[in-house]
């Protein structure tokens, strides 16, 4: 079993809706959390960042970390088609080296 | 556009060959990861270096190699190529040592092996 488990999806939902990507994961020595966006033949790109548990809300964008049930959350108000891309979330313990990545849920959003 | 360059973007070799990989990272980055991403495995740490010195290794296998040089840019060197290692390969930066740190994702390049 892997560390961070993501759903593959893919995802697709109408411009407007309200997104929730989820990742589940089994250390609970983890206490960096990030989500990384990556459209279609680029790298990824770092979205949002928290530090141990709570939320952490950026425009359209809100993360929330929730260590008791080892799940962390993204979601996205009023999603626009240029959201339409592979998320990423991403983790790490104050004592690890590397960031263990899900394997990315793909999102459609169509107008 | 991050600042971090990669070449080639694209390369097509044989099994059995050897490729060597080229990361440039942002200026003022010291910091510098190597990753696999593969549609089975998902984006895997396979290495990283801070001002020339490795840092951190992850499932690196045996037949691949990496180093950073003094002006602070990376090759990734992979040998005796399989049907398997076809997959895009990420560099990343950071200004600091720790993985924790915002790392900048390069392009990547997409290494096909027939």
């Known amino acids: 079993q892997k560390e961070v488990e993501q759903d593959p999806g893919p995802l697709s939902v109408p411009e407007g809706a309200i997104v929730s990507l989820n990742c589940t994961y089994s250390?609970?020595?983890?206490?960096?959390f990030m989500w990384y966006r990556q459209y279609s033949r680029k790298g990824p790109e770092l979205l949002m960042y928290?530090?141990?548990?709570g939320n952490k809300e950026d425009g359209r964008f809100t993360a929330q970390v929730d260590k008791s049930s080892k799940y962390i959350s993204l979601f996205i108000r009023d999603s626009q088609p240029s959201d339409s891309a592979t998320y990423l979330c991403?983790?790490?313990?104050?004592?690890?080296?590397?960031?263990?990545f899900g394997k990315g849920t793909s999102l459609l959003v169509t107008p | 556009d991050s600042g971090v360059t990669q070449t080639p973007k694209h390369l097509i070799t044989a099994t059995g060959q050897r490729v060597t990989l080229r990361c440039s990272p942002r200026?003022?980055?010291?910091?510098v990861y190597w990753y696999q991403q593969s549609l089975d495995q998902g984006l895997q740490f396979l290495i990283q270096?801070?001002?020339?010195?490795?840092?951190a290794k992850g499932n690196i296998l045996e037949r691949f190699s990496a180093q950073q040089f003094p002006d602070l840019h990376s090759e990734l060197n992979l040998s005796s190529l399989e049907l398997g290692d076809s997959a895009l390969y990420f560099c990343?930066?950071?200004?600091?040592?720790?993985?924790?740190?915002?790392?900048?994702f390069g392009p990547g390049t997409r290494l096909t092996v027939l």
């Open positions: 990343a930066s950071s200004q600091g040592e720790g993985g924790y740190n915002e790392q900048f």
């Open positions: 250390n609970s020595a983890f206490q960096y």
């Open positions: 928290t530090y141990s548990s």
């Open positions: 991403a983790m790490m313990s104050n004592s690890g080296y590397a960031l263990n």
């Open positions: 200026s003022g980055d010291l910091s």
């Open positions: 270096y801070y001002n020339g010195e490795e840092r």
